[in-house]
């Protein structure tokens, strides 16, 4: 991994509302086909921090670099047409259009080509959405309505929707949010899998603790706006800051990623 090319540099990213510091001085960087993960306790910063990096949210001061590009205080969609694709917390597709219809519209919408797309919607970038319908393992559902799909089904379409841009950059927010523990670790897996063979560096947040030690490469700890611990999961397990701070109620997870009481 240490090889592997530096996609996303944060430098100093600070975010303040008046007198309130949501985002202090956070700096780290990730790199290609690695799995990062943000964690902290609720107001830790996390959401203000990841939407910083999407451009929703213009930082106070800092520098974000995506391939050698600075992106700070871009709008969202120049950001996203500069290799950032983004998944949310609640899914958000087009319930009465078939899910190959759902693809097509990120595809067109990436191409500037919606104007095209609407009076041959069912020809449109076709293979293409096909093509990536069936990397998330979804080619069977494609002529089905997405008001049919089961969450777990959403999810994965969410992804491949999200991929259509062809990102470098992958920001997940609540992957597993709603789903059950299979569903779960099935996502992520196939998330590594699409990460790792494509080459993409995936930030996401969450509140599974599972998910996040047995997912990710590397974890990133927030509070209260200051970044308190960054490495491998397995020290970031044994952190005094993290098992004082976010692990407050007295639980750590083991190596097999069950609670049990700190000594």
């Known amino acids: ?35 990062l993960a943000l964690i902290g306790p609720n107001g830790a910063g996390k959401s203000t921090c990841f939407n910083m990096l999407n451009g929703q949210i213009t930082p106070n001061d800092g520098r974000i670099t995506l391939l050698g590009r600075d992106t700070t205080g871009r709008a969202p969609r120049a950001v996203w047409r500069m290799g950032v694709g983004r998944t949310f917390q609640i899914t958000a597709t087009f319930a009465t259009m078939t899910v ?21 919607t069912r020809r449109f ?25 089961a969450y777990g089904d959403l999810k994965r379409l969410e992804l491949a929707i999200a991929l259509a841009n062809s990102p470098k950059l992958l920001l997940m927010d609540e992957p597993t949010a709603g789903m059950a523990p299979r569903e779960r670790i099935e996502l992520m897996r196939l998330t590594a899998r699409i990460a790792r063979d494509r080459a993409i560096g995936v ?35 044994r952190d005094p800051q993290v098992r004082a701070i976010y692990l407050g109620e007295g639980l750590v997870y083991d190596a097999r990623h069950r609670e049990e009481a700190l000594p």
């Open 203 to 237: 930030l996401f947040t969450e509140h599974d603790m599972d998910v996040v030690f047995e997912h990710s490469d590397r974890i990133l700890v927030l509070n209260r706006g200051v970044l308190i611990a960054e490495g491998l999961p397995a020290d970031v397990r």
């Open 100 to 120: 190959r219809e759902n693809v097509q519209v990120a595809l067109a919408s990436y191409r500037s080509r919606l104007f095209d797309m609407w009076s041959s």
């Open 125 to 149: 970038a076709r293979d293409e959405a096909d093509a990536l319908l069936a990397l998330v393992g979804m080619a069977d559902y494609a002529e089905r309505p997405c008001g049919e799909l």
């Open 1 to 35: 991994m240490s090889d592997a090319a530096i996609i996303l540099a944060v430098e100093n990213l600070t975010k303040s509302y008046g007198g309130v510091h949501a985002v202090r001085g956070v700096s780290f960087s990730l790199r290609a086909g690695e799995i």
